[in-house]
């Protein structure tokens, strides 16, 4: 692990929505505040953000985070597509946790498959946005 202490938080497709789409799935905070937030919990640490909808700018991003503490990547539906994306995650040293803000297991049967998820150190889902905060606890642990 790397000597940084500076944490990645990447988040995938549609997740530039949250706040405005069924928030009864994903809740009526966008990230934008809930980052503001973790920040202030994270005093210590640095937390860059980075969202795209493009699988291509995400394998770029995880392929340039290997001098930080961490990853936390929200791939959204990447997760259950993109073989590119769990190569990149597996061709870097660097830890990734995969969060999902719903249960993707209490949801539709394509999204129990987590290719993605297959390739991180640890993967949380269904615990809304508290699943990043906690994914940054087990990455400076």
Known sequence: MANSTTILILNGPNLNLLGKREPEVYGHMSFEDYLTELQTKFYDITIKYFQSNH???LIDAIQAANDLLGVVFNPG??????????????????????VHISNIFAREEFRHKSYTAAAAKGSISGLGLLGYQLAIEALIK
């Open 77 to 98: 539906g990447y997760s259950h597509t993109s073989i590119a994306l769990a190569d990149a995650i597996r061709s870097v040293k660097v830890p990734v946790i995969e």
């Open 55 to 57: 699988e291509g700018d």
